[in-house]
């Protein structure tokens, strides 16, 4: 069974209703990234973080998964396919796929802040005074800027494993992630979907210039 890779960024979940986050004044939902996504942010006010992604889990919980979530889930059925996603929303497992490596946390998931292994599934609003078993405050399961990729060994080693690569709705242009497509085997057959793909078409590239939801329907009838 040939190995289909999929990277997915924020492109992927925007036909969900989801925002992309970042603005073109490289504002998240009006704040400084770093004052939202970093452990200084953090430290300097907490209840902004908590409140920041309070209202990012209430927008995720009121969003499906879309065609495009569907469809890559149906690819299990012919390929081993793996999802290496830079989102941290739910919407791949909710749209059947079962192999999901999240790079950058999960938006339904805390930790705490003194054992970043201990995780625990979260729904609701997440406040100071919320603390685990041990008396140690939690914290959003997400990745910050300035903090390590605790999955990006794991997905280098996935990615050195693909026949197939496919990237949706990421410029490919955040590092680690995007160091990814490099560590696929040579001359494997690499498709890029995104509506304003920052690529050209080269050797074992196929763009296809559209949004997620019609570029992995074109993907699969490609692959037919």
């Known amino acids: 069974m040939k190995h289909i890779v999929v990277l997915t ?3 992927m979940s925007a036909e969900s209703g989801l925002k992309t986050f970042r603005d073109a004044n490289g504002l998240w939902e009006g704040h400084n990234v770093m004052d939202v996504a970093s452990p200084e942010g953090f430290e300097a006010n907490p209840e902004l973080v908590f409140d920041f992604y309070n209202q990012r889990r209430k927008q995720l919980l009121t969003v499906k998964p879309n065609a495009a979530h569907f469809d890559l889930a149906t690819l299990e059925n012919d390929y081993k396919t793996t999802i290496i996603t830079q989102n941290v929303d739910d919407l791949h497992e909710r749209g059947g796929s079962s192999n999901i490596i999240h790079l950058h946390g999960e938006l339904l998931k805390v930790r705490s802040i003194v054992n970043e292994a201990h995780v625990k599934s ?4 997440l406040n100071l005074g919320d603390l685990d078993e041990n008396g140690h405050q939690l914290r959003p399961h997400i990745v910050w800027f ?3 990729v605790p999955m990006i060994d794991k997905a280098v080693e996935i990615c050195n494993t693909a026949d197939i690569l496919l990237i949706i709705g990421t410029s490919m242009q955040v590092y680690p992630a995007a160091s990814l497509m490099h560590y696929v085997p040579e001359n494997t057959p690499t498709y890029f979907i995104d509506p304003n793909p920052a690529v050209s078409n080269s050797k074992n590239l196929t763009v296809i210039e559209d ?7 074109k993907f699969i009838n490609l692959l037919k």
């Open 211 to 217: 949004n997620a939801t019609t570029g992995v329907r």
């Open 146 to 148: 300035g903090e390590a």
């Open 122 to 125: 979260w729904t609701t609003d």
């Open 9 to 11: 960024g924020a492109g």
